[in-house]
């Protein structure tokens, strides 16, 4: 059975998908033993995650810097930035920003100047914060949006969806691998929420108000079973 708690297990997978400078590289070691020590993530995701740092470990560090770039910086089918599967570039996703910032501000978090707060390891950040139970709601309500960038990292065969598998496994959500969408598509095929309904009010009270993304059904696949 595996472990219920979740602080160390999310802050260290958030640390993966950090853009792996020196200092992330020199530091994944100590990421990989703290999901070893917590024990939330399965063995076998454990290993190909200890894989993917020992690949970091061999090869050039300016090689793995432009691996990531090209892996997450260029096309929104595999952005680690969530509201780009939500909004995509309509004029909602500045609201959602700013509500999303004032949910991680009632907890206590700040963010560096550069940084986003829809970025994926700043959520996960923010979910290491909360009790594991609202942590794996919050994670519950983007696990389609993991799946379906998960699915985009494997056409690439990109290691990275391991680390994205290991944040659904450890959060007990299936890892369900989506077939990614063309690009141009991929706007209309996404319908924006209320951006964060409640959270900032009861997440930090440790009620479970999780995030609602949501994802669009196509109207002429109604009653298709």
Not at 23 to 46: S, T
Not at 66 to 75: K, M, S
Not at 191 to 218: K, L
Request: with cysteine; aromatic share 6%; charged share 25%.
């Amino acid at each position: 059975m595996r472990s219920s708690r979740l602080t160390y297990t999310l802050r260290a997978l958030a640390f993966l998908l950090r853009y792996p400078d020196a200092k992330v590289r020199a530091l994944a070691p100590q990421a990989l033993q703290a999901l070893a020590d917590e024990g939330a993530v399965p063995r076998e995701r454990l290993q190909r995650l200890q894989a993917l740092v020992a690949d970091w470990q061999r090869r050039d560090g300016y090689a793995v810097e432009a691996e990531y770039v090209d892996t997450f910086d260029r096309g929104r089918s595999t952005s680690l930035h969530l509201f780009e599967h939500v909004h995509g570039d309509s004029r909602d996703r500045g609201p959602a920003m700013i509500d999303l910032l004032q949910t991680y501000e009632a907890a206590g978090l700040q963010l560096r100047s550069q940084e986003l707060p829809d970025h994926l390891p700043v959520l996960l950040e923010f979910a290491s914060t909360q009790p594991p139970a609202v942590a794996r709601s919050l994670v519950a309500e983007v696990a389609h949006i993991v799946n379906a960038i998960i699915g985009a990292l494997q056409r690439r065969r990109s290691a990275y969806a391991e680390v994205l598998a290991a944040l659904l496994e450890a959060c007990g959500q299936r890892v369900e691998p989506a077939e990614p969408a063309e690009e141009p598509a991929l706007d209309a095929s996404w319908e924006e929420p209320e951006a964060f309904g409640n959270c900032p009010s009861t997440a930090v009270r440790g009620h479970e108000q999780p995030v609602q993304f949501v994802r669009r059904r196509d109207p002429a696949a109604a009653g298709v079973a």
